[in-house]
C-alpha cells in the first residue's frame, strides 16, 4: 500500500507509492550526447571564456593553462555584478535590480571526467574552491544568500556536457531557504536542538536509510524523498557553515562525497542529477532587524542534497505540492549500499 509521508523541514507530504516498485534498471537511460565539437572549458580554449575569477593552478598566470579548477563569470548571467540592490513597487507588486553574481566552476580540465571519476585530491580542490568563492562573495554586503548547485547531465539542466558547477548569489533570501532556516530556528526556540542533529541521530540509530557512515559524515535517503534514490550528506557533527570547514575537513567530505557519486553512478549507471549545497547566508547586519538570523549558528545544519533526475514532474504535482515517489528511500539505500565501489 502506498503511504503518505511528512517532510518536517521542507513542510510538505509525498507519497510513497510502494506498489510501482520500481528498481534501478527501470530508470536507466540512453547515454546522452551534446552536438558541440568545441568544448570552451577544455585546455587551450581558456582564451573563449570570460577572464577567470580564481584559479587553482600549479604555475603560469590567469588565464593560462596548468589549472587544476578554474572560476569564471557565466557568458549568460542570471544576475549581474553591477547595481543597487533596491526593491521598490509596481502597484501590488515588487521589483528588484537584478543584482548578484553568476559564477562557473570548471572542475577538472579533461573533458571526459566527471565528478564522480575524480581522485579526492582533485575533489578537494574542487571543494576548497567552494569555500573561496563562498567567502569572497560574503565580503559584498548586497549578497544575501549563495546557492552553489551542480547540472549533471543535459536532462538535469546542463548546458555542456564537460563538468562544471554554478555559483548565484542574491541579494535576497530565496523563499525555500527561508522556509527551512525559519523552520530549524522554531524548532530549536522550542527544544534547544538542532532538528538535523536530531533527524541524523534517528537515521543513523536505525539504520533503514543510511547508505554509508564515514567517521565525520553520513549518507542517507530523506524518510520524504521526493524522487527516486534521493540523497542527502550530512556533517555528523552540528556545523552550520560550510565555508568555516578546514582543509582536513574537506579531505574526509570529500571522499563521502566521491562514495556517494560512485554508489550513484554504479546503480543507476551514471544518471542525470542536481546537486545542491544548503549552507548559512552571510552573517551580515541587516538595517532594521538586528537579530536576523541571528541564531543560525545554534540551529542550522549545512549539507548536500542530490536528487537524480528519473522522473518527471507533471500536473498533479504543480496542482498540490505533493510529490510521488515510485521507488521507497529503504530500498533505494539498501540498492546504494549493495553497490561495489
Not at 527501470?26 to 577572464?51: A, I, R, V, W
Not at 549578497?143 to 563538468?163: E, P, Q, T
Not at 527561508?178 to 534547544?192: I, L, P, S
Request: with cysteine; net charge negative.
Amino acid at each position: 500500500m502506498s503511504e503518505l509521508r511528512w517532510d518536517p523541514v521542507k513542510l510538505h507530504w509525498v507519497i510513497i507509492a510502494t506498489d510501482r516498485g520500481r528498481r534501478p534498471r527501470d530508470f536507466q537511460m540512453e547515454p546522452e550526447e551534446s552536438s558541440l565539437t568545441t568544448c570552451p572549458f577544455c585546455y587551450g580554449n581558456e582564451d573563449k571564456t570570460p577572464h577567470e575569477i580564481y584559479a587553482l593552478r600549479s604555475d603560469g598566470g590567469a588565464n593560462s593553462p596548468n589549472w587544476r579548477v578554474r572560476v569564471i563569470p557565466n557568458k549568460y548571467p542570471a544576475l549581474c555584478i553591477e547595481g543597487e540592490a533596491k526593491t521598490r513597487g509596481y502597484g501590488p507588486y515588487d521589483r528588484m535590480n537584478g543584482v548578484g553574481a553568476h559564477e562557473v566552476i570548471i572542475e577538472t580540465p579533461d573533458h571526459e571526467r566527471g565528478l564522480a571519476d575524480l581522485t579526492v585530491a582533485e575533489l578537494t580542490d574542487v571543494l576548497a574552491t567552494y569555500r573561496a568563492r563562498f567567502l569572497d562573495l560574503r565580503n559584498d554586503p548586497r549578497l544575501r544568500y549563495m546557492v552553489l548547485y551542480k547540472n549533471h547531465g543535459i536532462r538535469a539542466g546542463a548546458g555542456l556536457s564537460h563538468s562544471y558547477s554554478q555559483l548565484i548569489a542574491v541579494p535576497l533570501t530565496p523563499p525555500v531557504a527561508a522556509t527551512e532556516m525559519k523552520v530549524c530556528r522554531d524548532f530549536y526556540a522550542t527544544k534547544e536542538r538542532c532538528i538535523y542533529c536530531d533527524l541524523i541521530d534517528f537515521e543513523i540509530s536505525e539504520g533503514a536509510r543510511v547508505v554509508k557512515e564515514f567517521a565525520s559524515y553520513v549518507t542517507v535517503t530523506p524518510f520524504a524523498s521526493c524522487f527516486p534514490f534521493e540523497l542527502r550528506l550530512f556533517p555528523k557533527k552540528h556545523r552550520h557553515d560550510f565555508a568555516a570547514l578546514g582543509d582536513p575537513d574537506l579531505v574526509e567530505l570529500a571522499q563521502a562525497l566521491k562514495d556517494m557519486l560512485c554508489r550513484l553512478k554504479c546503480v543507476l549507471r551514471d544518471p542525470p542529477y542536481n546537486f545542491i549545497l544548503h549552507t548559512a547566508p552571510p552573517m551580515q547586519h541587516r538595517q532594521g532587524k538586528p537579530q536576523y538570523w541571528g541564531s543560525l549558528e545554534y540551529d542550522y545544519h549545512w549539507h548536500i542534497e542530490l536528487v537524480p533526475r528519473l522522473i518527471q514532474i507533471a500536473g498533479f504535482e504543480w496542482g498540490t505540492g505533493f510529490y510521488i515517489n515510485p521507488t521507497s528511500p529503504e530500498d533505494a539505500a539498501a540498492f546504494l549500499r549493495e553497490a561495489e565501489v
